[in-house]
């Protein structure tokens, strides 16, 4: 059982489509991360959300960090090809190791 | 370097041979982690190293698979007597990490991963 689970496992939609991915878990978090993995690469970090409620914009993308800061969504607006790769959440408890998501896959079609 | 060095970046081995994988993570970076991804899948958790330690080993598949760092460094991926299903990307990953109960960690640093091929 992962720690903080991940979903949709996939998702494939048509440029200019709006997606939300979703990062739950049961445990509180000090700060979660956004990653993101481009084919051949390794993940490099989007984005550190650390208050709870808290929302972080990143051109199209939007990340929120949920009130007990148990959970994260990122919304990507208008999907663009140039979005397609692996997208994973990371959460710190607390100075103790980062907790990864198994991830989700996007693929965005022209 | 400036960054996660993984070797070598490819390495295709016969079944049953055994391999070693490498990790030169950031320097003054604590924390090392070890995932595995199989091809257009996501991260599958293998080892976490804090110094030389691994006080998270979860994640290791098999008694084949065992990792070690030495120097709070360089971390070596050993994998016996491999098997077809073990083929994937291994993926290191450092963070510096002040230890336990500080406020939050800071990023984790990727390598570009060593793609495995057990033919």
């Known amino acids: 059982t992962q720690l903080l689970e991940q979903s949709p496992q996939f998702l494939s939609i048509q440029e200019g489509e709006n997606l939300t991915v979703y990062c739950n878990s049961s445990s509180v978090f000090s700060s979660l991360q956004w990653y993101r993995q481009e084919p051949g690469e390794g993940p490099v970090l989007l984005v550190t959300v650390v208050t709870g409620g808290e929302v972080k914009k990143l051109k199209r993308l939007t990340f929120q960090f949920g009130d007990a800061r148990k959970d994260s969504s990122l919304h990507i607006t208008a999907a663009q090809p140039g979005d397609t790769g692996l997208y994973l959440c990371a959460g710190d408890r607390y100075g103790n190791k980062l907790v990864f998501g198994a991830g989700t896959i996007l693929r965005v079609k022209s | 370097g400036a960054g996660v060095s993984q070797s070598p970046s490819n390495k295709v081995t016969e079944k049953g041979k055994d391999v070693e994988l490498r990790c030169d993570p950031i320097s003054g970076h604590t924390a090392l982690y070890w995932y595995r991804q199989s091809l257009g899948q996501g991260l599958e958790f293998l080892i976490y190293?804090?110094?030389?330690?691994?006080?998270?080993k979860s994640g290791l598949p098999s008694d084949r698979f065992s990792a070690e760092r030495t120097g709070g460094s360089v971390s070596t991926l050993t994998i016996q007597r491999t098997q077809q299903e073990d083929s994937a990307v291994y993926l290191c990953?450092?963070?510096?990490?002040?230890?336990?109960?500080?406020?939050?960690?800071?990023?984790?640093?990727f390598g570009q991963g060593t793609r495995l091929t057990v033919v």
């Open positions: 990953a450092s963070s510096f990490s002040p230890g336990t109960g500080v406020s939050f960690l800071g990023e984790a640093f």
């Open positions: 190293f804090q110094g030389n330690s691994a006080p998270d």
